[in-house]
Structure formats: structure tokens, C-alpha cells
């Protein structure tokens, strides 16, 4: 079979203001080559996802069809579409889902850093509703429990998880899930770029999410406004460019990619396999060009709102050093002599 010949994108195609990993991943994206060509799903049912899915679901190809049988009983595991919750077309599940990723995203994009315990509080809710979304879709059966239900449910998950984020308790754990969900969410684009995921084998995808994650973190160790700045535009960026496919391409396009990763479901395995993930160009660039902004907005934040994330962290620093001041008095300082007056 003769390999794949492509062009390299020319040096020029790239524009400066884009960041350089950004144009690697669109280039990524877009290029094609010979050995992440995908095989056609019905030959690649059992060479490309040993893994992927429960050990008792196998997969078989008949007559063109897509079955799934568990291996312990010998019966078939009815097969549904890998649903998300996020609806069909507008209706209303749809709508409440494009409403919900503009009220969080857009504020988190222009004014994260300046939201203190409102930032927080999302977090906490974000964490508590992509945990609770991620473990009904890949445990629920068929027939399911509906988009309206699925719906409702996640959003009670992250009212309960705002709610509890706007305590003060809460608020170191707060900024940590922010970094957290700001490096997941640039690795989650990563991989959403490309059909069927950036790369073929998909654990690695995960790999490349985990990366990302741990990266952002360790940066909340040493430069904490930083990661909150970067974080804070990370997931807002994320939330609106989501909003924006939901609108241009309904539950095709990046809502798509999200259930492809996430989505592990054994009654959802011949919808996954079957009909794959495949991005427009237009999808590409919406996750792109939200990549693209994250520094963008975190400096703008940073040089707008020049005040600390919480109005208390300069008190917070006050009373550090004079604990620290006090440490080293008790420790280092010589005991006065009892034969002075």
C-alpha cells in the first residue's frame, strides 16, 4: 500500500501571536500522517481498544453491524448513543448547557483573578460536577436517564460544590482545584483536536492531560499568582469556547471529543467505535484560538487587577513574617545572662 505523502505547512503559515504550542498542536491537528491514519472502525474493533473498554464487553464485527457481547453471560449488552446530557440541536437541555459554559467561562476569562471567593467557588463546583458527569455517563445503562435529568443532576453537584467554595475553609482548596482543572482543561483541547483523539493510542491521551495537570500545579508552588492568573483563563477560555461550538456545531463538535475521552461505557461502545470522533475545521479552530487566548487574558487580568486574590493576603504576609520573626527570636537569639540587670 504506498505511503502518504503531505506537504510541511510552510514557516510563514503560523501567525507570531500565537504561542508556540499552540501552532504545534493545530499543526498536529490538521497533518495526517501515515502511522496515525486511522483504520477503518469495523477492521479496528479489537486490534485498537483491548483496553479501552471492561474486560467482559467483546466487541464484534456482523454483517456491518457493531455488537457487543459480555463475555460471562454470552448476551448481548444493549447498545445506546454515548449521550453527554448536553441534548439534541436547541432544545433544552442544549440550551442550559451553552447558558451555563458562557456564565462561568466569561467571567473567569476577563476576571478571574479578581474574583476571589467567587473563583474558588467555582472550582469547587466545576471539580464536584465534571467528577459526578464523568462517572453517570460511564455507569449509566440503556435506556438512560434522559439529557434533562443528566442535566439537572450535574448542575445540582456543582451548585453543591459553589456552595461550599464560597466558605473561607475552603479556599486554599479552592485555589488548588483552579490550577488542577486549569491544566486539565488545556490538555483535554490538546487531545480533542484531532479525529479520534491526537493520538492512536489512547492511554497516551490521558498521559498528555496528566502532564498538563502536573505541570500547572507544580507552577502554583513557586509563582501562585501565575498559576491563578493562567489557571482562572484556562478553564473560563475552555467553558466559552465550548459554549461557542455548542452553538456552531451543536453535540458534534467538541461535546463529541468529551464523551470520546471520557467516555468508557460498555452500552455505549458501538456509537464510540462505530461513528468516531471527527472535528471540523472550524472545531479546530475554536479549541485553538481558545488556547491561544489563556496568556492573552491572564496578562490583561494581571495588568487590570493589580490587587492580591483574596484583599487579605497582604495581612496574611504581615502575619507570617512576624510568626517567622518570633521562630527565629526563640531559636536563634542568645537567652539573656542571669547576672545582668
Not at 73 to 78: A, D, E, T
Not at 163 to 192: M, Q, T
Request: aromatic letters at 10%; one cysteine or more; glycine letters at 8%.
Amino acid at each position: 500500500m504506498p505511503r502518504e505523502t503531505h506537504a510541511m505547512p510552510a514557516r510563514h503559515s503560523c501567525y507570531p501571536f500565537i504561542p508556540l504550542f499552540v501552532q504545534v498542536i493545530i499543526i498536529m491537528s490538521l497533518a495526517r500522517p501515515s502511522w496515525a491514519t486511522p483504520i477503518p472502525p469495523f477492521q479496528s474493533v479489537l486490534a485498537a481498544a483491548p483496553s479501552l473498554f471492561p474486560r467482559k464487553a467483546v466487541v464484534e464485527n456482523r454483517d456491518g453491524q457493531i455488537v457487543v457481547i459480555d463475555s460471562d453471560s454470552l448476551q448481548f449488552i444493549p447498545q445506546g448513543p454515548a449521550s453527554d446530557g448536553s441534548g439534541s440541536a436547541f432544545n433544552a437541555a442544549a440550551i442550559i448547557w451553552f447558558l451555563f459554559a458562557f456564565a462561568i467561562g466569561v467571567p473567569l476569562t476577563i476576571a478571574g483573578i479578581r474574583g476571589s471567593r467567587f473563583t474558588t467557588a467555582v472550582a469547587t463546583g466545576l471539580a464536584l460536577a465534571l467528577g459526578g458527569w464523568a462517572a453517570i455517563i460511564n455507569t449509566m445503562g440503556v435506556p438512560d436517564i434522559g439529557d434533562i435529568p443528566l442535566t439537572l443532576i450535574v448542575l445540582g453537584m456543582y451548585v453543591g460544590g459553589f456552595s461550599l467554595g464560597l466558605f473561607s475553609f475552603a479556599r486554599a482548596g479552592g485555589i488548588a482545584l483552579l490550577c488542577l482543572e486549569g491544566g486539565f482543561a488545556v490538555g483535554v483541547r490538546a487531545v480533542i483536536m484531532k479525529d479520534n483523539l491526537l493520538l492512536p493510542i489512547y492511554g497516551v491521551n490521558w498521559v498528555i492531560v496528566a502532564v498538563t495537570t502536573v505541570a500547572s500545579a507544580i507552577l502554583l508552588l513557586f509563582r501562585q499568582r501565575a498559576a491563578i492568573l493562567l489557571s482562572a483563563t484556562s478553564c473560563g477560555t475552555f467553558l466559552t469556547g465550548l459554549g461557542v461550538d455548542l452553538i456552531l456545531h451543536k453535540q458534534d463538535g467538541m461535546s463529541r471529543g468529551l464523551r470520546s475521552l471520557f467516555d468508557r461505557n460498555s452500552a455505549h461502545i458501538a456509537d464510540l467505535i462505530g461513528n468516531g470522533y471527527h472535528p471540523t475545521i472550524s472545531t479546530i479552530i475554536v479549541i485553538g484560538v481558545s488556547l491561544a487566548v489563556i496568556p492573552v487574558a491572564a496578562f490583561a487580568q494581571h495588568k487590570i487587577f493589580t490587587k492580591p486574590f483574596y484583599p487579605t493576603d497582604s495581612d496574611d504576609d504581615e502575619v507570617l513574617e512576624d510568626l517567622k520573626s518570633r521562630i527565629a527570636s526563640k531559636f536563634f537569639e542568645k537567652p539573656p545572662s542571669r547576672f545582668s540587670m
